[in-house]
């Protein structure tokens, strides 16, 4: 089987001398498993403008995946948004969870964060608290979180990036869950404000793909003609056959009105390709919108299509041809650049198909003397080992332990089918290895 090396990332700009001004705060891993499965969102925005003012309803319900300036929340007074119908809430937004039938949630991760470009020295009421939210699933009361990690930043903008672990929270929730936060601090009453939480949920699912599910968390600053690229690896993609991968980006002031940020890949030579989908053409990855697959997520309570400078959205790139990434590829680069805008970045996922065994085991029984089982009965004990995974397993043992009410039979191991096929010795060291076989006993 083979030994995953540790991933390492880290952030490198076209400019050295601008390394400092460019990176808030390192990206590095904050979860990463290899596993069948996927990674999604639940997210929202925290701000909108007001429904009153003219023109507000058809910026926020704008499909078009560029524009204008009225698509972009620099034409606009921001306020909260607040759909819970709760008093002792001033900002409310939630989204729901719809994982596959039979998913397992294996890491949960929820991140908040505010953007102000007016840069007052004085803050207003409710700042101190930035690092806490209110939180609750489905019909249930909301409880009080505070951020296990927080960046602050007056880099670009001034801003705020909360992370806080909810995996137990998420879990107990279920896989169809429905989620809102409330009490969110945003800076309200000016133009240009951005604010929005996101969800990112690992999940297991045996149905799916072995992939490489790795969740990111940093700050990078990307402004007018710098580039920020993060390279991942510690992978292995299947050495033949299709790669499919995913990646998620979540940001702050993404301009729907403004072009020229692009979100790019790279895992085939030095080509650096467009990522792109239904809702982000070519030079405008970063649009507030939240989607999935080019597709605005439907679950969302307030569900505005222009979230006016709030970005979630996962991307599957259609790589039936292999020029995103290869057979037998370690590692790759994802690229993000803008030639106009200010994005402020903060979570990057993605997940990845791997090659590697995926072993599965089977343990049946058989009375040979019928009817109920007695004492003295001789048991058929049967094993059945398989890989169905796409890389072979060496080095591989099986251990099972038989019933304390039962006796090994002398001189009864077998092995049923595979090169090493026949009977065996009850020695220790006669027995099936690097093979697939079905072991007997009686």
């Keep these: 089987m083979k030994t995953l090396r540790k991933v390492i990332i880290a952030f490198f700009l076209l400019h050295n001398s601008l390394i400092n001004a460019q990176i808030v705060q390192p990206f590095a891993i904050r979860y990463q498993t290899n596993q069948k499965g996927s990674i999604t969102f639940v997210s929202n925005t925290a701000l909108t403008c007001n429904p009153q003012t003219n023109g507000c309803t058809a910026a926020t319900g704008s499909t078009a995946n560029s524009g204008g300036?009225?698509?972009?929340?620099?034409?606009?007074?921001?306020?909260?948004?607040?759909?819970?119908?709760?008093?002792?809430?001033?900002?409310?937004?939630?989204?729901?969870?719809?994982?596959?039938?039979?998913?397992?949630?294996?890491?949960?991760?929820?991140?908040?964060?505010?953007?102000?470009?007016?840069?007052?020295?004085?803050?207003?009421?409710?700042?101190?608290?930035?690092?806490?939210?209110?939180?609750?699933?489905?019909?249930?009361?909301?409880?009080?979180?505070?951020a296990d990690q927080i960046i602050n930043s007056t880099t670009g903008y001034q801003s705020y990036f909360c992370f806080k672990n909810v995996t137990s929270i998420v879990q107990a929730a279920g896989i169809k869950a429905r989620f809102t936060l409330g009490n969110m601090f945003c800076w309200t009453g000016g133009t240009n404000l951005a604010g929005g939480w996101t969800l990112v949920v690992v999940y297991k699912n045996t149905t799916m793909t072995d992939r490489n599910l790795t969740v990111f968390d940093g700050l990078a600053v990307v402004s007018n003609g710098n580039n920020v690229t993060v390279p991942i690896n510690g992978f292995v993609t299947p050495l033949s056959g299709p790669v499919n991968f995913e990646l998620g980006v979540t940001a702050l002031d993404g301009d729907r009105g403004t072009t020229g940020d692009q979100l790019s890949f790279n895992g085939v030579?030095?080509?650096?390709?467009?990522?792109?989908?239904?809702?982000?053409?070519?030079?405008?990855?970063?649009?507030?919108?939240?989607?999935?697959?080019?597709v605005l997520t439907p679950y969302r309570v307030s569900n505005y299509n222009n979230t006016l400078g709030y970005d979630a959205n996962i991307y599957v790139p259609n790589?039936?041809?292999l020029n995103y990434i290869g057979n037998a590829a370690t590692s790759a680069n994802i690229r993000v650049t803008t030639s106009s805008d200010i994005i402020m970045t903060n979570v990057i996922t993605s997940a990845i198909d791997i090659y590697q065994p995926d072993l599965r085991a089977t343990v049946s029984i058989t009375d040979l003397n019928g009817g109920q089982v007695m004492a003295n009965d001789i048991l058929e004990y049967k094993i059945?080992?398989?890989?169905?995974?796409?890389?072979?397993?060496?080095?591989?043992?099986?251990?099972?332990?038989?019933?304390?009410?039962?006796?090994?039979?002398?001189?009864?191991?077998?092995v049923l089918s595979g090169p090493n096929a026949g009977m065996k010795t009850d020695a220790l060291a006669d027995r099936s290895e690097e093979h697939t076989s079905e072991l007997q006993s009686r």
């Design 69 to 146: 300036s009225t698509l972009s929340n620099n034409n606009w007074t921001m306020q909260y948004v607040d759909m819970d119908g709760d008093a002792t809430t001033s900002m409310s937004s939630s989204d729901s969870l719809n994982l596959p039938n039979c998913s397992e949630i294996t890491w949960a991760g929820l991140y908040w964060c505010a953007s102000n470009t007016n840069g007052a020295s004085s803050q207003p009421a409710g700042y101190a608290n930035r690092n806490q939210v209110k939180f609750k699933s489905n019909g249930g009361a909301y409880q009080t979180l505070t």
């Design 269 to 294: 030579a030095n080509n650096y390709i467009n990522v792109t989908d239904a809702m982000h053409v070519a030079g405008n990855s970063f649009n507030s919108t939240i989607c999935y697959n080019g």
């Design 319 to 321: 790589n039936s041809t």
């Design 384 to 414: 059945k080992c398989v890989n169905i995974g796409s890389d072979t397993s060496i080095n591989t043992y099986l251990i099972d332990t038989l019933d304390v009410r039962t006796n090994l039979v002398p001189g009864t191991l077998q």
